[in-house]
């Protein structure tokens, strides 16, 4: 059954990194479009940064200069380094996907991996 696993997420100091990588498993042929979203509790999810394949990236205002995304389209996975991190990046980050071709249903999101700044 495809899906999107994402891993990386924990606990770090304000200031500190973290690496979040999602990858597409299963009959996966291309997405196009790879990306991160946010949600902290009592508020909505977010997007935080998207990727294409041909490498086009957009990154929400709070997290530019600080996060960077990347992909591996051979590997249909997604990476999102985090730097520089503040307690209100505090949330459950969700991999998604867009644009896909596969021979078998992809879920548009993954489980989530939280990520807690705090001191």
């Known amino acids: 059954q495809a899906q999107l696993v994402e891993s990386g997420g924990g606990l770090v100091q304000p200031g500190g990194s973290l690496r979040l990588s999602c990858a597409a498993s299963?009959?996966?042929?291309?997405?196009?479009?790879m990306g991160w979203y946010r949600q902290a509790p009592g508020k909505q999810r977010e997007l935080v940064a998207t990727?294409?394949?041909?490498?086009?990236?957009i990154y929400a205002e709070s997290v530019k200069g600080r996060f960077t995304i990347s992909r591996d389209n051979a590997k249909h996975t997604v990476y999102l380094q985090m730097n520089s991190l503040k307690p209100e990046d505090t949330a459950v980050y969700y991999c998604?996907?867009?644009?896909?071709?596969?021979?078998?249903?992809?879920?548009?999101w993954g489980q989530g991996t939280q990520v807690t700044v705090s001191s």
């Open positions: 998604n996907a867009d644009g896909v071709v596969a021979g078998e249903p992809l879920p548009s």
């Open positions: 299963g009959s996966i042929f291309s997405i196009f479009v």
């Open positions: 990727i294409t394949s041909g490498g086009t990236t």
